[in-house]
């Protein structure tokens, strides 16, 4: 009896830990306006995902060559959005391939 709520208990706790963590994630906006990212630095946690909203009325594109997170979500119009999940700590330098002056920062945080 004993033992069978000590079994319980131990999963009870452990699957709250990992529900926990799941909640933890977030999901953050960046829109691109005006050939630019709407914002120029942004500071997620690791597993947070961000999402990068076209607000112009032509194509963007988005990719970074960064070591914590090397992608091209590649290029789509006016209306459309791409997320991406960040796995890995470390700083990520988010541009676009279409306007070379746009440019922005993510920090991922451990
Ligand atoms: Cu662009």
Redesign the pocket.
């Known amino acids: 009896m004993a033992l069978r709520v000590k079994t319980f208990s131990f999963t009870f706790c452990f699957l709250s830990l990992l529900m926990s963590i799941q909640a933890v994630a977030e999901d953050h906006v960046v829109g691109?306006k005006d050939?630019a990212f709407t914002k120029q630095t942004l500071e997620i946690q690791k597993g947070d995902t961000v999402e990068f909203i076209n607000q112009d009325p032509f194509f963007?594109?988005v990719f970074s060559l960064s070591d914590a997170k090397l992608f091209d979500l590649g290029s789509f119009p006016k209306g459309e959005s791409r997320k991406i999940t960040f796995d890995a700590a470390g700083e990520v330098e988010v541009e676009?391939a279409?306007?070379p002056d746009?440019l922005m920062t993510i920090t991922v945080k451990e």
Do not use: F, G
């Open positions: 691109q050939k963007h594109n676009c279409i306007h746009m």
